[in-house]
């Protein structure tokens, strides 16, 4: 079956071991389309290691042993060997866009490459969404290799969301990257994608849907948020949103006095 026919209903995680070799204790996990999931735990307890079956559609032939199903069965193997086919796009705190070439230049490039129609169009949807994720807009003229991290990261992701259209999206550890967390879960649910966060930050983890706790190297628990977690989130929300601000004052140089009155503005 051509890889491109098929339509994303699930993707299941079987158990494998831990490190210590035993059978790990959870039944399976299953990601819908729309939903998001944290992955939490201690540095070394095997997140990254998580977030690698998935994106190798491991098949017990990783250090974890896993298996990752999509619609209940093995995926077809150009998921793994062919990056236009595979359905996944990975975004790590390494990711780095190496083109020399402006915002708007790159992005028409891969459109192309797609085979997408209306262009220059769909370049711009791509940076329109980016500028949702950061504070400082980026703009198409700007040349990859003169955008920040988290500008980089915003295009990244906008790119994964509308140009390869990727129905699943990893993200290991890209939280203090200077991106808008919360307009990135919000996007994920109205372009109905999954996307699975590697993070050590409450406010993502408490905004996924669930979230999966990692130690020595297996799935420990999966927790979903209930009513009582649901209240702690609106004032760490609050809270967030004000270091935001903090945040961008100082690294403008600006002095944070006034903050208190902003603080009643946006929250
Ligand atoms: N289930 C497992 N069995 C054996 N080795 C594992 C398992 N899970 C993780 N590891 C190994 O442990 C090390 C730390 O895992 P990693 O996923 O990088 O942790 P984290 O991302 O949480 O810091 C890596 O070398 C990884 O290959
Ligand atoms: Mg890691």
Redesign the pocket.
Known sequence: MDPEDIDIREIRILP????N?EK?GYDNIVIVPGETIS?V????????????DIEMFARKDT????TVLVNGAHPPEEYVRDPSKKPIASITQNTKCLADLPVSEFLEMHIKARKMGDVEDVALKTIELANEFVGEKISGDVKITGLSGGQTRALMIADAVVISNSPIILL??VENAGIYKDKVIECVKRFRKAVVF?THDPLISLMCDKRVV?S???VEKVIKPNGEEKSTLKEIMQTDRRIDIVREKIRSGESIADCWQLFGQAC
């Not at 494998?16 to 490190?19: E, H, L, M, V």
């Open positions: 494998g071991t831990k490190k070799g790990e992955i735990g201690p540095t070394g307890s095997g997140k990254s290691a998580l977030i690698n250090v974890t042993g896993r290991d550890e590697v990692m020595n190297g297996a």
